[in-house]
């Protein structure tokens, strides 16, 4: 029940940062996951960004 309520409560979270922020993506961060590729996926969201604004 206890994970019920923090995942309801996440979903809350983002749907009102959505609606704040309409050109947020959501990422999954793993613990696992290496400096490398958190700074691949910050240079492709940039690029993507870029790509929409032209």
Not at 11 to 28: C, R, S, W
């Amino acid at each position: 029940m206890g994970m019920n309520m923090v995942t309801k409560g996440v979903h809350t979270v983002i749907e009102y940062l959505t609606y704040d922020f309409p050109y947020m993506d959501v990422i999954g961060i793993f613990v696992k996951t290496s400096v490398a590729v958190l700074v691949e996926l910050n240079m492709l969201n940039k690029f993507s960004r870029q790509q929409h604004s032209v």
